[in-house]
């Protein structure tokens, strides 16, 4: 047993899987000799070497459209786009090709392919490396997408991700790279299935719904809840497409009450999604409207991290709301 | 953090009241206990104190506007740092935050990292969870709240409830925000007898003739004369009037009063009539109890009361005004004399509370000081009866032994809610009064 930072799992379960499978490779940029630029493939290029770690020209496109190109003719590949904000220019190789490639080759081919991207914002990075885009992502059928908010899922949802035949969008907090650290078992890692998420703490009270970095936030305003004698049931979706309809929706049902925790963009955001679902499914069982607790309808700005991402006390407002309705 | 000021529940049956001024503008600051608002509730006006230091963020009311118990009037920003909430973060240096995250970082070079934790999102004061209020139940006639294209407020899983229950949601009170249904009230009004849906005659549109809008002047229908015409009109629709009128011969109770205020020293107070035929009508409700009654609708029970609280109508500047002198039954002429004067006074200036006009079970109004011959006077709900006492005007009368006399003569009329009060009781009751007024001396015989 281990305690480790969520970067380092990322690194450990790499390092793991390319020794287990050969035809694990990472490519991207700077993830060579340099070990990525948050260490996330620290030391595997002297392990494994330029064959299996490989330094990519700083275009998107062709970290993708190589990694389908690889996955197609066999190999794991594991793409390391450096910060989420940057995989646009990567975006039809894994929209039109990544995606759609099962599905035009009536199955004759498949691209078994990780696409990891460091996400989210609150590390002072403005416009271009604090976004989360994984509604464009979660919008393209083809796509699985994943968002863990700790070293634990992290390690499972990755070696679920590089065994999946399919493509996998493999999103990371990057806030929380450094400042979680978790009990991580020696020894070959489990690897957590898709669509199911986790139930972090219950509660009769209010329901919180959430995913990667807004998890943190929405423990501690969890845990603010607990001093104040509520009692929320706390759902981590970790998995975003597939998700994970049925806890949610008996929960949803259940206690009447849900607030959706993301720090995307509100509009069209993932949460909308869920609370679509809710009001569609369980509304017959709803005691207040699901309500979100997002970022703005605004690029994502350089100055004012903790103003745009949801925090405790705005996760609380939305529960007193709830529990007012 | 902002903390809400909310409308408190001032006296019992009060259930809304209108903002009639703020104190304290938006933006601006105020201090413990200074007075914060003005709010018209039934009748009387309180000034509303904040109840802490502050700025003052929002006004959630405007002036006009009628707030609901418990609804937040107002955001108040506590302590001297007005911008605190626009800027939280100003004052936090992102350095030392960064700094303080480095230094956490033992598994990699942190110089290899470009970008550094800036700090946790909405730090501040942590916000308190108010547990939700109990929201006071209204006994009768809920005002029916309904949202957009007049559909009832209520929460899904209430309807729901309803639904299974064959529940009529259109009839159940919302004892949520702005009278939102919620999955108990549902369960509540199962226990409940079913109040009569008596459909509402629709209200009478007023329209401008042609060519006359410019001689025409409109008024908004607000504070003082917007509580009269509510209390009006239910008293219109939820009682069944009748009028019983009659006359009394008052020469001896003026002869007496006369007797009487003669001995009163300089500057004492002087006895109007109102306190004899108070203790007239107190003998008359003691013996008569059917007219000291409310009707409680919610249980279809009549309610009895064995205490005297006499509402008295007021005419004042702003409007009609009824308070409440309590305990007629154990106050001397003189102090109901005394009471009296004080009351109207009080109305008069505005400086009424909110006890001074509640908790009456009969009222008097006297309208002899106007003038006229007699009234109908409009039952002040939910008491049963309301007497109305006229001039006292020297008129001839026929005596027993056929001779004309002048006499002083004093028309009562009598209204009453039929419901609770039948014909010949009223009238009896009104006789009972007006032989003790006719012969005061009797009215030694009801003293204790």
Redesign the interface.
């Known amino acids: 047993m281990t305690k480790?930072?969520l970067?380092?799992t990322i690194a450990r379960t790499l390092d793991e899987e390319m020794a287990r499978d050969d035809r694990v490779v990472v490519l991207g940029q700077d993830v060579g000799k340099?070990?990525g630029?948050?260490?996330a493939t620290?030391n595997l290029f002297d392990k494994y070497g330029p064959d299996r770690v490989m330094d990519t020209p700083l275009s998107e496109a062709a970290i993708i459209g190589t990694a389908v190109g690889m996955a197609t003719y066999g190999l794991r590949p594991v793409a390391e786009i450096q910060f989420a904000d940057y995989v646009f220019p990567g975006f039809d190789q894994l929209v039109s090709q990544a995606a759609k490639l099962r599905y035009r080759s009536g199955a004759a081919f498949t691209a078994p392919m990780v696409v990891r991207m460091p996400s989210g914002g609150?590390?002072?990075?403005g416009h271009h490396?604090s976004q989360n885009p994984e509604t464009h992502f979660v919008h393209t059928p083809g796509l699985k997408v994943v968002y863990p908010s700790g070293p634990l899922d992290a390690r499972g949802l990755l070696l679920s991700a590089i065994r999946d035949e399919d493509p996998v969008v493999f999103m990371e907090p990057?806030?929380l790279y450094?400042?979680i650290r978790e009990d991580i078992p020696d020894g070959e890692g489990e690897p957590i299935p898709f669509g199911k998420a986790s139930i972090r703490a219950r509660g009769d009270d209010v329901l919180l719904v959430s995913y990667g970095a807004s998890m943190d936030?929405t423990m501690?305003a969890h845990a603010?809840?607990v001093d104040?004698?509520?009692n929320a049931t706390v759902i981590d979706l970790r998995s975003l497409m597939p998700w994970d309809e049925e806890t949610v929706l008996n929960e949803a049902a259940r206690i009447?009450r849900v607030v959706l925790v993301s720090e995307a963009v509100h509009t069209a955001g993932f949460m909308a999604e869920i609370a679509a679902t809710i009001a569609e499914q369980v509304?017959?069982?709803?005691?207040?409207p699901p309500l979100r607790v997002s970022g703005f309808d605004t690029p994502y700005p350089y100055a004012?991290?903790?103003?745009?991402?949801?925090?405790?006390?705005?996760i609380?407002?939305a529960?007193?709301r709830a529990?007012?309705? | 953090m902002a903390t809400e000021f909310r409308l408190p529940k001032l006296a019992e049956s009060v259930v809304e009241g209108e903002i009639i001024k703020w104190f304290v503008p938006e933006g601006g600051r105020v201090e413990k206990d200074q007075p914060l608002v003005e709010v018209m509730t039934d009748k009387v006006t309180v000034e509303l104190s904040s109840p802490l230091s502050g700025t003052v963020v929002k006004h959630l009311h405007q002036e006009g506007d009628i707030a609901q118990v418990d609804e937040v009037l107002a955001l108040i920003e506590q302590g001297a740092g007005a911008a605190a909430e626009a800027a939280p973060a100003a004052s936090e240096p992102a350095a030392a935050e960064a700094a303080e995250t480095g230094g956490d970082d033992t598994d990699g070079d942190d110089s290899t990292n470009l970008f550094r934790v800036t700090g946790d999102p909405d730090e501040g004061e942590v916000v308190q969870i108010r547990r939700p209020a109990q929201q006071p139940r209204m006994a009768a006639a809920p005002a029916r709240a309904t949202g957009p294209f007049g559909r009832v407020l209520a929460v899904p899983a209430a309807r729901k409830l309803a639904r299974d229950l064959g529940v009529d949601i259109e009839q159940v009170h919302g004892s949520g925000p702005s009278g939102r249904v919620r999955v108990d009230d549902v369960t509540a009004s199962r226990t409940q007898a079913a109040p009569s849906a008596g459909g509402m005659p629709q209200p009478v549109m007023y329209r401008t003739p042609d060519g006359f809008a410019e001689l025409e002047r409109r008024v908004p229908l607000r504070g003082m004369r917007r509580f009269i015409s509510q209390q009006m009109i239910a008293s219109h629709l939820h009682t069944v009037r009748a009028l019983h009128v009659d006359e009394a011969d008052v020469t001896g109770l003026v002869a007496l009063r006369k007797k009487l205020n003669a001995a009163v020293p300089e500057g004492g107070t002087r006895l109007s009539y109102l306190p004899f035929i108070m203790k007239a009508v107190l003998a008359g409700l003691r013996k008569f109890p059917d007219l000291n009654t409310s009707f409680d609708e919610a249980t279809s029970e009549i309610v009895f009361k064995d205490y005297w609280n006499f509402g008295l109508a007021v005419a004042t500047d702003n409007g009609l005004l009824v308070p409440v002198i309590h305990g007629v039954d154990r106050l001397s002429l003189a102090e109901l004399a005394e009471a009296t004067l004080d009351r109207a006074e009080r109305a008069r200036t505005g400086s009424l509370k909110p006890g001074d006009v509640r908790g009456g079970t009969f009222s008097i109004t006297n309208i002899g000081s106007v003038g006229g011959l007699f009234s109908f006077p409009i039952i002040n709900v939910p008491e049963a009866a309301i007497l109305g006492v006229h001039s006292i005007r020297r008129r001839p009368k026929v005596m027993p032994d056929d001779s004309l006399a002048p006499r002083d003569m004093l028309y009562l009329s009598l209204s009453f809610d039929h419901r609770l009060v039948d014909g010949a009781e009223a009238a009896r009751f009104t006789s009972f009064v007006i032989g003790l007024l006719e012969e005061p001396e009797r009215l030694m015989l009801e003293m204790r």
Do not use: C
């Open positions: 480790q930072t970067i380092k340099r070990g630029v948050f260490l620290e609150g590390v002072g990075g490396h990057k806030r450094r400042s936030e501690k603010e809840l104040q004698g509520i009447g509304l017959d069982s709803l005691l207040a004012q991290d903790r103003q745009y991402l949801p925090g405790p006390n705005r609380l407002r529960v007193q529990l007012d309705y």
